[in-house]
């Protein structure tokens, strides 16, 4: 059963838009929602990361968006630029359980 | 070096061969973590360790891999009998504590002929 779902699966912007991600999960036991950004041939790096005991989270032009009642999180990237072309995966874990990756998402931001 | 080192970044086996993976950790970190990250997919779990202790390797797919940290540093990962169902990347992460921020190495990307 797979614990965190993803989509969508790739995502095409314009430089300067703002492409958003989703993630939803099952167990309400979870309590840390990060984002890591892969590039090609290397591994992920953790961009973002929220608990959820706030709704939103900024860093830079990055925004984490979650609702706890739905069980939902997303990513949105402000003024997106051509160097944020990138795989993300959002992932999940509680206490010092281990971290679950969704499947990823495919982000192009043409110039 | 500052960052989770990983060797080989490539490795090309024939089916049937034993291959060992090779993780050096960010100096100081307890914890590490061995993923397998498949074509298009996202990583997945196979084995963590704190210190020298293999707390869980319930994401081994078969006991064809077997992982080790023998002083609770650098860490091996190595596949027996290599199927073609085995390539991928096999990406290596530490944290200071289990759970603290995961820093991921490079990868070493297998194919199995």
């Known amino acids: 059963q797979q614990q965190v779902k993803q989509s969508p699966q790739s995502l095409i912007v314009q430089k300067g838009g703002i492409p958003i991600i989703n993630c939803a999960y099952e167990n309400t036991a979870f309590d840390y929602f990060p984002w890591y950004q892969q590039f090609p041939g290397k591994g992920p790096a953790l961009l973002i990361a929220?608990?959820?005991?706030?709704s939103e989270k900024k860093e830079g032009r990055f925004t984490i968006s979650f609702n706890k009642s739905a069980k939902q999180f997303s990513l949105h990237i402000m003024d997106s630029q051509p160097g944020d072309s990138a795989t993300y995966f959002c992932?999940?874990?509680?206490?010092?359980?281990?971290?679950?990756f969704g499947k990823g998402t495919m982000l192009l931001v043409s110039p | 070096g500052a960052g989770v080192s990983q060797s080989p970044r490539y490795k090309v086996a024939k089916r049937g061969q034993d291959v060992a993976l090779r993780c050096d950790p960010i100096s100081g970190h307890v914890s590490l973590f061995w993923y397998q990250q498949a074509l298009g997919q996202g990583p997945e779990f196979l084995t963590y360790f704190q210190n020298e202790a293999q707390l869980d390797k319930s994401g081994l797919p078969s006991d064809r891999f077997f992982a080790e940290r023998p002083e609770g540093s650098v860490s091996t990962l190595k596949i027996q009998r290599t199927q073609q169902e085995d390539s991928a990347v096999y990406l290596c992460?530490?944290?200071?504590?289990?759970?603290?921020?995961?820093?991921f190495g490079e990868g070493s990307r297998l194919t199995v002929l």
């Open positions: 992932a999940v874990n509680s206490g010092y359980s281990t971290l679950t």
């Open positions: 992460a530490s944290s200071f504590d289990r759970g603290g921020e995961l820093f």
């Open positions: 929220i608990r959820p005991d706030v």
